[in-house]
């Protein structure tokens, strides 16, 4: 069974463009000008696995870069991948944190953006096949016939068709089911679905909730870096902005790794998401901003898997859509 991807992508993007319309624009007035960027409106959109963005928000180190320059950073948090690509679509974002699937299927679709650096990166172990309890799931074969819950265009849709892959499974021969991302749990437990792939601090919950189990993480199937992007318009038009923005994030990010604990009582208390599963996210990710070559190398990958597969129609080169020299100015660096 196939999911239709342009079906739904046409469906999606109609809403969400309706229900943005009411968004500030980027560098819209908000008063008098006092200056070269007062009223500037910077609109960022996040996920909840995430950590930079929301601990620069809370901790004020957005009010602290900005204010003086009446800048505001209006952060989002969305979700998943597929919907922030969606609002890129729809004109109502500046940057956004997401997946490698999501950002090479926008390029693919033509959409105006660059990918600036990384966000989180793993060696796979943070997203897995999660099956609900007697469901007879111990291997990658024994999908077939079952049902899978997964997001589509997320990093879990990746996943499952390398999974599929491996098994030398068609999707013909499984039930895909196509699941927001706060809906797997409840599908899992409920038993609407037999079997769901997700990425931490999800995976955790719903491991912690004892109605499912792990059968096996993305390890050895995934090793491709999360990524910040950017609206190609803002980025000609405010480069100087970009590189305070990374350095904000960076700001954020080496923060939370000298205080982890801490950062995990304030995202879970942000989210309502439980602090064990934030917990195994900082077990399993890094939430460096560097973007190697090893990782490019990994997008270039994806790229060529995702065209073969049929989920993009078209090359892209994807090192001509990256630019890391925002990164780099900001003195963000490889640790």
Not at 24 to 48: E, F, N
Not at 193 to 213: K, N, S
Request: proline share 3%.
């Amino acid at each position: 069974m196939k999911i239709s991807m342009k079906a739904c992508g046409v469906a999606a993007v109609t809403l969400v463009a309706a229900s943005l319309l009411l968004w500030p624009l980027a560098g819209s007035a908000q008063g008098a000008g006092k200056g070269k960027y007062d009223g500037l409106v910077i609109r960022w959109a996040t996920q909840p696995s995430q950590t930079q963005a929301a601990i620069a928000e809370e901790l004020g180190f957005f009010r602290e870069e900005f204010e003086k320059d009446g800048i505001t950073v209006d952060l989002r948090t969305f979700a998943s991948g597929p919907p922030i690509i969606e609002a890129f679509a729809a004109g109502a974002l500046d940057f956004g944190q997401v997946g490698n699937q999501p950002t090479i299927q926008a390029i693919a679709n033509g959409i105006d953006i660059k990918v600036l650096g990384a966000y989180m990166a793993s060696d796979g172990s943070a997203t897995g096949l999660l099956a609900k309890n007697g469901a007879g799931i111990e291997k990658l074969a024994d999908l077939k016939g079952k049902k899978i819950g997964f997001t589509v265009g997320s990093e879990a849709h990746h996943v499952l068709l390398r999974f599929l892959q491996a098994a030398r499974l068609s999707e013909d021969e499984v039930r895909l089911v196509n699941l927001p991302i706060g809906d797997i749990g409840t599908s899992l437990a409920s038993g609407s679905v037999d079997a769901a792939i997700t990425w931490q601090p999800y995976l955790a919950g719903v491991l912690e909730g004892g109605y499912a189990y792990l059968v096996q993480t993305a390890a050895g199937y995934m090793n491709a870096p999360s990524v910040v992007i950017g609206k190609g318009e803002f980025l000609e038009k405010y480069p100087e902005v970009v590189v305070r923005l990374f350095k904000v994030l960076n700001r954020s990010y080496l923060w939370s790794k000298e205080h982890e604990a801490e950062s995990i009582r304030l995202l879970s208390k942000r989210t309502g998401v439980a602090e064990k599963s934030y917990k195994a996210s900082f077990d399993t990710l890094s939430f460096s901003l560097y973007l190697d070559e090893k990782q490019i190398e990994f997008l270039g990958e994806t790229e060529a898997f995702l065209l073969k597969q049929g989920t993009i129609r078209r090359p892209i080169d994807i090192r001509k859509h990256i630019d890391t020299s925002f990164i780099i100015e900001a003195g963000v660096s490889k640790e």
